[in-house]
């Protein structure tokens, strides 16, 4: 007899979900811009008029909080990768018009809308569930945020209705995806580099393994580094100077100064936007327009602010990253008329601003196989997935240990959790 089991890969920025019948893994897929995709956006959305019959704000999730937010041409609060501040000791509760939400609160809200979006299609999902986590979630200090964040995870779970829990490695699962296509054992190391983390698993996979539903995992390990680190570099190196990072103003007695960075510190991520829109801060920036050297540039940061365009900002800056993982070179552009910015860049010019990035990445993967005490050549093929995979730098990486020729890649959005779902059977 086979039974259903689940699988849920909470992404920092996609989450996808998934049961498997034996061998046979179905997603959930939801609506998205008249199609049907398999991933749900990992954001959560509250209207600023909608509420419910107790006063709530109604809180949306997934693709359709995209779409609605857009629809409200960015008012209300739209909040995303949640995931990464599991760990994060300091970040315990927001307030979101008049209420304060603990970040159990709002997980537990983008959660219950994924599994009532899920459970339309997929039927029941019942209290039983495997649930991916990075080996490192990100900005996890020591082992007590670590487990910080399990608990917080767990409870939002439990208060959706998945009392039974058991958690997996990402990486780990997304071995059990690719195992799903081999015909001899291998000994893999899988690679999986998200929105927030990079993650690692050196582990033997294959037929006899999937018949004793015993894996050998050879060791894990990961960094809170990946795709939102390289778009934070992304925005710093090219949009902060447009909107004046660098330039000066005259200051009080006609002292040239520099405008204040932690502005563009605050830009880097882009729903802190908002903590800049304070009247001081506002007032201060207006201050530094009317006597700026490069007015126009503390203009086009005034007018992002006033019209609250930072997520649209930060959508134009993932373009340019993605766009670099495909061409030589590409163009970051961002227009609001009148507000109308633009910059060339290079994919060397892009590798060089993530090159913190991409050597703690290699540091990570050399310190799995030094404390494996495995050789790279003793590894029989590298399993490649998740969206940051596509980095032509993050490859690399493996190109140069390994081998090109040892390289798979796959699954990029689906794998985790597919492997997820395969992983719930053997637990
Ligand atoms: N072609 C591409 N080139 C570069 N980056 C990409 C590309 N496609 C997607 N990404 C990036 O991949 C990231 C999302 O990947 P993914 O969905 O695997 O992450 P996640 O599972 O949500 O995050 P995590 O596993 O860290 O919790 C985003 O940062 C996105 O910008
Ligand atoms: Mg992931």
Request: glycine share 8%; aromatic share 8%; proline share 3%.
């Amino acid at each position: 007899m086979t039974t259903r089991t689940v699988g849920l890969d909470f992404g920092t920025t996609n989450s996808a979900i998934g049961v498997a019948d034996g061998d046979k893994v179905t997603l959930a897929r939801f609506s998205h811009k008249g199609g049907l995709t398999d991933t749900f956006r990992s954001v959560l959305y509250f209207h600023p008029d909608n509420r419910d019959k107790h006063g709530r704000y109604e809180a949306i999730a997934g693709p359709r909080a995209i779409d609605r937010y857009l629809e409200a041409e960015g008012r209300g609060r739209l909040i995303q990768s949640l995931k990464s501040y599991l760990a994060d000791r300091s970040f315990q509760a927001t307030s979101i018009f008049t209420r304060t939400h603990t970040i159990v609160d709002l997980l537990a809200l983008l959660l219950a809308d994924l599994r009532t979006r899920a459970e339309e299609e997929l039927g029941p999902l019942g209290s039983r569930i495997v649930v991916g986590r990075p080996v490192h979630f990100a900005h996890a200090s020591a082992p007590d945020d670590e487990e910080l964040a399990v608990d917080r995870l767990r409870e939002a779970l439990a208060r959706v209705g998945w009392t039974d829990v058991v958690f997996e490695y990402e990486p780990v699962a997304a071995a059990y995806y690719y195992e799903a296509e081999l015909d001899h054992d291998q000994r893999v190391f899988v690679a999986d580099f998200g929105g927030g983390t990079s993650d690692f698993s050196l582990i033997e996979v294959g037929p006899s393994h999937r018949k004793s539903s015993k894996r050998t995992i050879l060791g894990s390990d990961g960094v809170g580094i990946a795709g939102d680190a390289l778009d934070a570099k992304v925005l710093h190196n090219v949009v902060a100077p447009m909107l004046g990072l660098g330039s000066t103003y005259r200051a009080m007695f006609g002292r040239e100064l520099e405008v204040p960075v932690w502005i563009y510190a605050k830009l880097r991520r882009w729903h802190h936007l908002s903590f800049l829109k304070t009247k001081k801060n506002l007032d201060l920036i207006e201050e530094i327009a009317s006597q700026a050297d490069e007015p126009e540039k503390i203009e086009a940061l005034q007018h992002i602010l006033e019209y609250d365009l930072g997520y649209h900002l930060y959508r134009a800056v993932e373009r340019a990253k993605v766009a670099l993982s495909a061409s030589d070179s590409t163009k970051f552009e961002f227009a609001d008329p009148p507000l109308q910015i633009a910059s060339a860049i290079t994919r060397p010019q892009f590798e060089g601003w993530i090159a913190e990035e991409t050597t703690a990445m290699e540091e990570c993967v050399d310190r799995l196989l030094a404390s494996t005490g495995i050789d790279a050549k003793d590894v029989d093929q590298v399993f490649m997935t998740g969206g940051t995979s596509f980095v032509p730098a993050v490859r690399r990486i493996f190109d140069e240990r390994f081998g090109a020729e040892k390289i798979r890649a796959g699954g990029e959005m689906i794998s985790v959790a597919t492997g997820l779902a395969l992983r719930s059977h053997d637990v």
